[in-house]
T-cell receptor, first 114, second 112 residues
Framework: QQQVKQSPQSLIVQKGGISIINCAYE??????FPWYQQFPGKGPALLIA?????SEKKEGRFTISFNKSAKQFSLHIMDSQPGDSATYFC?????????????FGKGTKLSVIP | KAGVTQTPRYLIKTRGQQVTLSCSPI?????VSWYQQTPGQGLQFLFE???????NKGNFPGRFSGRQFSNSRSEMNVSTLELGDSALYLC???????????FGSGTRLTVV
């Protein structure tokens, strides 16, 4: 079974703090690791993605750290804001010319309190 | 640029019936994928279509099927509905440029 394990299930962070969500995967053939943000009543929206040839990628307040040998990757949200309160999903896939079959983690519900 | 459009947004069906869901991808996107989202199982891949051909299929029974038309619009069909098919069904489209999926807002299917 190809799995992506995500933790924690829920997270409460103070405004201005750092939110950290971790994921671990099993299939070494995966070469595309995106993070999605989902608000209630909406579909997931791509936040940031990384490929295994780099160990870190930063876009604004969002950073992915990737550890290929440990088969782990994590999302860091710096200066967390109440508007970041949402469910976050990590995922993994092989990327074949834009063809994906994402295996998702179970999600982390983030609450940022003022 | 319009996003991924899914219709209808909500559906209530009776056990044993069949249902068809529709997805219009972003203009220029030729790949369309479908996912099922439930509280228990999370997000699970159903299938992917590209140029009217099914390119990948997830681990779902044959009651779940789909197709893609020449304009890249896609439909998925679920026959002989079961209570456990109640879920949010998400469609996603992508280009060939490796920029990932864009998801629609989904169709919420309730089977009673």
């Amino acid at each position: 079974q190809q799995q992506v394990k995500q933790s924690p299930q829920s997270l409460i962070v103070q405004k201005g703090g750092i939110s950290i969500i971790n994921c671990a995967y099993e299939n070494t053939a995966f070469d595309y690791f995106p993070w999605y943000q989902q608000f209630p009543g909406k579909g997931p929206a791509l936040l940031i993605a990384i490929r295994p040839d780099v160990s870190e990628k930063k876009e604004g307040r969002f950073t992915i750290s990737f550890n290929k040998s440990a088969k782990q990757f994590s999302l860091h949200i710096m200066d967390s804001q109440p508007g970041d309160s949402a469910t976050y999903f990590c995922a993994a896939s092989k990327d074949r010319a834009g063809s994906y079959q994402l295996t998702f983690g179970k999600g982390t519900k983030l609450s940022v309190i003022p | 640029k319009a996003g991924v459009t899914q219709t209808p947004r909500y559906l209530i069906k009776t056990r044993g019936q069949q249902v068809t869901l529709s997805c219009s991808p972003i203009s220029g996107h030729r790949s369309v994928s479908w996912y099922q989202q439930t509280p228990g199982q999370g997000l699970q891949f159903l299938f992917e279509y590209f140029s009217e051909t099914q390119r990948n299929k997830g681990n779902f029974p044959g009651r779940f099927s789909g197709r893609q038309f020449s304009n890249s619009r896609s439909e998925m069909n679920v026959s002989t509905l079961e209570l456990g098919d109640s879920a949010l069904y998400l469609c996603a489209s992508s280009s060939l440029q490796g920029k990932g999926y864009t998801f629609g807002s989904g169709t919420r299917l309730t089977v009673v």
